[in-house]
Every structure is written in structure tokens, then in C-alpha cells.
């Protein structure tokens, strides 16, 4: 049977990763106009899919860190948490880059070190839990599927920062 401090940890652990996620949902979205005006890829999901997968993400990494934390806490697993903290900041911070500013180069160089920072997580939570870490799978898979994405929107539609596009303003299919 669960103790009301396990129950009190977990709700904590998944409440933290959903409220990172929607904060950044302040910086605007997919229902944007600069957002609906941009040349997207053909294999760009349907603008439903991205709240329910977020969702969805969010809970699964909060229980894949409640169950590293469980083995000890920052204590034993300061590495691994630390890891998983550092990742968060890094999710976080890609929706202002990109719904905010509009700076889809930065935030194009910013996913690619999240998904570093996702692949290095699994691999830190590995041998402490494995199921902690298949369960980060999902997430990283999403993240390289966002990548994919930031990557065609830098690409086609003519942003200058970081470098700017080999074909600025034009569609693969042009």
C-alpha cells in the first residue's frame, strides 16, 4: 500500500513538469498567426495532437523522475536529476525562443542540446531504474519529431538568425 508521503511525491513530481509546460504556453502556440502563416512541413501533426502528447510527455517524465528520486533522492542521484532539472530548463525555454521570439534558428540549436540533454537523462536513469528511463522513450522520440519540424520552418521560411537558410523563403516541394 502507498503512504500518503509516496502519493504526496508523486503527485509533486508530475505536477512540476506539467507546470513548467504550460507556463510556457504564455509565449503563444500553435493557434498563433505568425505560427499559421509559416511554411510547415507535410508530415506537421494536427494542432490537437501537440496539447495531448505534451500532456501526455509531462506525466511520463514526471514519474520517470519520482522514480530515480525514489532511489535515494538528490543525495544519491544528483547526477541523474540534475540531468533531468537541466533538461527541463532546456524544454522550457525552446517555446519563448520559438512562439515568442520567433527565432526559429536559436531555437532550432537550442532543441538539438534539449535532445542531447534527453538522451544523456535516459542514460543516467538507466541503472538506477530502467523503467524510469524507457519511459523518457516517448519523449525524446516527440522532441526529434519537434526537431524535425523547427528544423523545416527554419529552413523554409526565411529567418536570419543564427545562419541563415540555404533557401530561405522557399518550400522543399517548390
Request: charged content about 5%.
Amino acid at each position: 500500500m502507498w503512504s500518503f508521503s509516496e502519493i504526496g511525491s508523486l503527485a509533486l513530481a508530475v505536477a512540476f513538469p506539467v507546470a513548467v509546460g504550460f507556463s510556457g504556453s504564455s509565449f503563444g502556440g500553435g493557434d498563433s498567426d505568425w505560427y499559421r502563416s509559416l511554411n510547415k512541413p507535410p508530415w506537421t501533426p494536427p494542432g490537437w495532437v501537440f496539447p495531448i502528447m505534451w500532456t501526455t510527455l509531462y506525466i511520463l517524465m514526471g514519474v520517470s523522475s519520482w522514480l530515480v528520486w525514489k532511489e535515494g533522492g538528490f543525495a544519491v542521484q544528483g547526477y541523474p536529476l540534475g540531468a533531468y532539472i537541466f533538461q527541463l530548463v532546456l524544454n522550457f525555454c525552446w517555446t519563448p525562443l520559438f512562439f515568442g521570439l520567433h527565432r526559429t534558428g536559436y531555437a532550432l540549436v537550442e532543441i538539438v542540446i534539449l535532445w542531447l540533454a534527453i538522451a544523456v537523462t535516459i542514460y543516467l536513469f538507466l541503472p538506477v531504474n530502467p523503467i524510469a528511463a524507457y519511459l523518457l522513450v516517448p519523449y525524446i522520440a516527440w522532441v526529434t519529431v519537434a526537431t524535425s519540424l523547427n528544423w523545416y520552418i527554419w529552413m523554409y521560411n526565411g529567418s536570419s538568425d543564427v545562419t541563415q537558410p540555404l533557401q530561405s523563403g522557399r518550400s522543399a516541394y517548390d
